[in-house]
């Protein structure tokens, strides 16, 4: 099982820039993919971006590509998004989570999750 706790959000002007953070427990993240996802209200929850164990891949949505970017360090069982450029489309709650299986990618991720940190952009 995985701990998940995501940092960071707030509220914030369109064109500015906000870096997220996720901490681990120790046990479960240098060895699996770990990934960002949010939830806006009333929509589904949507992955976000994705990193390798190693860092080597990485995969953005597309409504984030070129201004987002998934950064982690194993060494401080932390993941990090760095968010630029931010629009009132990406106001939502931001959760992190690890895949189960695999270390490439986050398709399978756990069923429990933290309590996400909130990000809100104004026009």
């Known amino acids: 099982q995985v701990q998940l706790v995501e940092s960071g959000g707030g509220l914030v002007q369109a064109g500015g820039s906000l870096t997220l953070s996720c901490l681990a427990s120790?046990?479960?993240?240098?060895?699996?993919?770990m990934g960002w996802f949010r939830q806006a209200p009333g929509k589904e929850r949507e992955l976000v971006a994705t990193i390798s164990w190693n860092s080597d891949y990485r995969y953005y949505a597309d409504s984030v590509k070129g201004r987002f970017t998934i950064s982690r360090d194993n060494m401080k069982n932390t993941i990090y998004l760095q968010m630029n450029s931010l629009k009132p489309a990406d106001t939502a709650v931001y959760y992190c989570?690890?895949?189960?299986?695999?270390?490439?990618?986050?398709?399978?991720?756990?069923?429990?999750w933290g309590q996400g940190t909130q990000v809100t952009v104004s026009s």
């Open positions: 120790e046990a479960h993240f240098s060895t699996y993919a």
């Open positions: 989570n690890a895949d189960r299986q695999s270390g490439v990618v986050v398709t399978d991720p756990y069923d429990d």
